[in-house]
């Protein structure tokens, strides 16, 4: 099985399968600058502390404040539903742009992999480091790739 390896979301062809990639997300009623909003936002506890991740002058910025909030600014059971919600967001992502879509289906069924430099507990679930790691995103990715061959979505067009 072929492998494809992605991380920065500047990188050509696959960096659009980052979070940090700009990509208005519409998610919830509202759209966000990329998926990596969409999904911090439903971590915040306190709608004040949901503004000021929010209006982070970067997708990497807000990832490393979302990552450092206080346990008591953390919504509850966030350990239980954050990967629900990126599920949720990542479908959103993938079938409200054509280009996107079209680019995961692409993929066949390479293994996706979110392969990260900097070994820490979060790169290591959310991708792997040096081959080690649960790779969230990228099981993700797959399951939502498999959702788009199986189901006819209407993918709003660019």
Do not use: C
Not at 22 to 28: C, G, T
Not at 33 to 40: G, K, L, R, V
Not at 42 to 48: D, F
Not at 94 to 113: C, I, K, M, N, Y
Request: proline letters at 3%; glycine letters at 8%; charged letters at 25%.
């Amino acid at each position: 099985m072929d492998e494809i390896r992605f991380y920065r979301a500047s990188e050509k062809p696959y960096g659009a399968f980052s979070n940090l990639y700009r990509r208005d997300v519409e998610f919830e009623g509202e759209t966000f600058a990329t998926s990596e909003h969409a999904y911090q936002a439903g971590k915040a506890r306190k709608p004040t502390v949901r503004k000021w991740l929010m209006e982070a002058p970067s997708p990497a910025l807000l990832a490393m404040a979302a990552h450092g909030l206080y346990y008591w600014d953390v919504a509850p059971g966030w350990s239980t539903k954050k990967f629900g919600r990126m599920r949720s967001v990542l479908r959103a992502k993938f079938t409200q742009h054509a280009d996107l879509s079209e680019l995961l289906l692409s993929t066949g069924d390479a293994r996706l992999v979110e392969s990260a430099t900097v070994d820490n507990e979060v790169n290591r679930l959310w991708g792997e480091v040096n081959g080690v790691g649960r790779n969230m995103l990228g099981t993700l990715l797959m399951e939502i790739r498999a959702e788009l061959r199986g189901k006819t979505y209407l993918v709003a067009a660019e």
